[in-house]
């Protein structure tokens, strides 16, 4: 049993990265095993993980363009239990390559699709656009989790993304859920982003975590270090942010095969 998830959002800067990296390793410190693969060109997750190039023999870009099976790619982390497939600058043309292939959205669905047996969670860190790499990553996924940050424009952007993400489900996958909407770096001090919150909360409404990640640095300098926060400063309000969210994903146990 197995749940494939995108995190995504066109709008760049919102804590998508973020949240792939600290719920996936959350995740993995529960004891489970976790994928996560870095589809952005601009290899924030790669980095941030701690991967160092000499380690990385073959990435996702080799995947699509080299069609190396993807359990050469798939790289273990310091974390026990996460493993990942790492995006590097490359990706870029992987977009390109797949323009001219024939089933050019369905690509990385036929990649995972073997390796469910083996992770309770592969989750999929989107690029802030919305191309090819997004729409593999959506067709390939069981449901979506979509970060959005407690600033002006939050709704507009998301409004688009959810009339998207119902027109993949009526022509590529029917089966697309929306997993949940993520609160990313609200700010307390400032009334807009309750506002902001609130208003999310009255369109979205249980649709919308409980958990609302805090804007903290640490989340931030975290990945300097190549490390989660779970590892690089575990008692921070960052890092309880992300272990309460993975506690509010691992009780929804909808898992499909
Ligand atoms: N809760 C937070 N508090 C403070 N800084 C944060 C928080 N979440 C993310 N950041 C920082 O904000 C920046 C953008 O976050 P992140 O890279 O996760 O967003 P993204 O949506 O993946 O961006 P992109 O669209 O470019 O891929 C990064 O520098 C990150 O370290
Ligand atoms: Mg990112």
């Not at 323009?99 to 802030?128: A, G």
Request: hydrophobic share 45%.
């Amino acid at each position: 049993m197995s749940k494939v998830i995108a995190i995504t959002n066109q709008k760049g800067g919102v804590g998508k990265t973020t949240t792939a990296l600290n719920l996936s390793t959350f995740l993995a410190l529960e004891k489970e095993k976790i994928l996560v693969i870095d589809s952005d060109p601009q290899g924030n997750l790669t980095s941030g993980i701690g991967i160092k190039k000499e380690q990385m023999k073959y990435g996702l870009y080799d995947i699509y363009a080299a069609g190396v099976p993807a359990r050469e790619a798939i790289i273990a982390t310091g974390i026990p239990g996460l493993s990942v497939i790492t995006a590097t600058m490359d990706l870029f043309g992987a977009e390109l390559d797949l323009l001219e292939k024939n089933e050019r959205e369905t690509t990385l669905k036929k990649v995972i699709e073997p390796l469910k047996k083996d992770f309770k969670y592969i989750m999929i860190d989107c690029p802030p656009s919305f191309g090819l790499l997004t729409l593999n990553a959506l067709v390939a996924s069981n449901s979506v989790l979509v970060p959005v940050q407690c600033e002006y424009f939050a709704l507009e952007g998301l409004s688009l993304l959810i009339k998207l993400l119902w027109r993949i489900r009526g022509s590529f996958n029917e089966g697309l859920d929306l997993e949940g909407i993520l609160l990313t770096m609200f700010n307390r001090h400032i009334s807009l982003s309750k506002q902001i919150a609130d208003e999310v909360r009255k369109v979205f409404k249980t649709k919308v975590y409980d958990t609302v990640i805090p804007r903290n640095i640490i989340l931030a300098e975290a990945p300097g270090h190549g490390k989660p926060v779970a590892i690089y400063a575990p008692n921070s309000p960052g890092a309880k942010a992300y272990a309460d969210l993975t506690k509010e994903i691992m009780n929804d146990n909808t898992l499909l095969i």
